[in-house]
């Protein structure tokens, strides 16, 4: 099982960011998929997931609005589009599996990619 983010970078506030997490090794058409961030000293916080069955979506109290995931299941991959973006953003942001978004624990999780909003 692989989970590979990417999209990550240095953006200034009120930017546009698209992180793309690719899953390979399990039949992840069958799993949500989530993003969730850690920043230093933080908790983690569940920003967002897409459930396999319906693709029925949650956000984060902090990025509704503001984030969307979406999934193309062909190319087993989801993406989180993030727009006006804000200096509490920055965080490393994972990808993960389970199989409801209700769940709290990931089964499987990428390596993160680092996303600051810094002027």
């Known amino acids: 099982v692989q989970l590979v983010e990417s999209g990550g970078g240095l953006v200034q506030p009120g930017s546009s960011l698209t992180l793309s997490c690719e899953y390979k090794g399990v039949a992840s058409d069958y799993y949500a998929v989530g993003w969730f961030r850690q920043a230093p000293g933080k908790e983690r916080e569940d920003v967002s997931c897409?459930?396999?069955?319906?693709?029925?979506?949650k956000y984060a109290g902090s990025v509704e609005g503001r984030f969307t995931i979406s999934r193309d299941k062909d190319k087993k991959t989801v993406f989180l589009h993030m727009s006006s973006l804000k200096p509490e953003d920055t965080a490393v942001y994972y990808c993960?599996?389970?199989?409801?978004?209700?769940?709290?624990?990931?089964?499987?999780r990428g390596k993160g990619t680092q996303v600051t909003v810094s002027s």
């Open positions: 897409i459930s396999a069955s319906d693709g029925s979506t």
């Open positions: 993960g599996t389970k199989v409801w978004c209700a769940n709290k624990d990931y089964d499987y």
